[in-house]
């Protein structure tokens, strides 16, 4: 069974860029069935899909984030990762490594690591 | 598509159905999108309740279930029971995005 895990700091300062890793165990990373996926969760607040990526490199981003989002995927080390620049405290959230279906569902997530943007 | 409206919260006796709406979960030319649903509890991770908008994963009881009409997708709680009581999300596709709802709060009173 698959099984994700996002690591990273939690605390991050104001215009620099956050980074997470989510390792994936169970399956590879290259399995050509998954579509890997960052989502966030503000305090409070609801849900917003991060963006996709698939082993081959193809992504999909929010429109919303695109200009400030990186998602990459490391096949020799079974992870992907997210890089978020220029945050501010908006950027302050549970972050969630899971997996995205063709049809667009989330079937399989992490814990959720908690990021606070803050000097 | 510009956003997915969900009611904040909705409330149940034990034993009652309620559902919960999505408004907003079509493409501009009326083509339903994908639909899904999530169930979650405080400090926990969503769990995926149905997708496509009426399938149900193996394991999710089938007091849960999909619907849709015109540009609203529904999910369904029957015979409600005091574990059902989480905040639920639902999801459409968008395009080449993914779109959630701002969340219901459902309340077993």
């Known amino acids: 069974q698959v099984q994700l895990q996002e690591s990273g700091p939690g605390l991050v300062k104001p215009s620099e860029t956050l980074s997470l890793t989510c390792t994936v165990s169970?399956?590879?990373?290259?399995?050509?069935?998954?579509?890997w996926t960052w989502i966030r969760q503000p305090p409070g607040k609801g849900l917003e899909w991060i963006g996709n990526i698939h082993y081959t490199g193809g992504t999909k981003y929010n429109p919303s984030l695109k200009s400030r989002l990186t998602i990459s995927v490391d096949t020799s080390k079974n992870q992907f990762s997210l890089n978020l620049s220029s945050v501010t405290a908006a950027d302050t959230a549970v972050y969630y490594c899971g997996v995205c279906r063709a049809q667009w569902y989330f079937d399989l997530w992490g814990r959720g690591t908690p990021v606070t943007v803050a000097s | 598509q510009s956003a997915l409206t969900q009611p904040a919260s909705v409330s149940g006796s034990p034993g009652q159905s309620i559902s919960i709406s999505c408004t907003g979960a079509t493409n501009d030319d009326g083509r339903f999108t994908f639909v899904s649903w999530y169930q979650q509890y405080p400090g926990k991770a969503p769990k995926l309740m149905i997708f496509e908008l009426n399938k149900r994963p193996s394991g999710v009881s089938n007091r849960f279930s999909g619907s849709k009409s015109g540009n609203t997708a529904s999910l369904t709680i029957s015979g409600l029971r005091a574990e059902d009581e989480a905040d639920y999300f639902c999801?459409?596709?968008?395009?080449?995005?993914?779109?959630f709802g701002g969340g219901t709060k459902v309340t077993v009173l």
């Open positions: 999801c459409s596709s968008a395009g080449d995005s993914a779109l």
């Open positions: 169970g399956d590879s990373v290259s399995s050509g069935s998954y579509y």
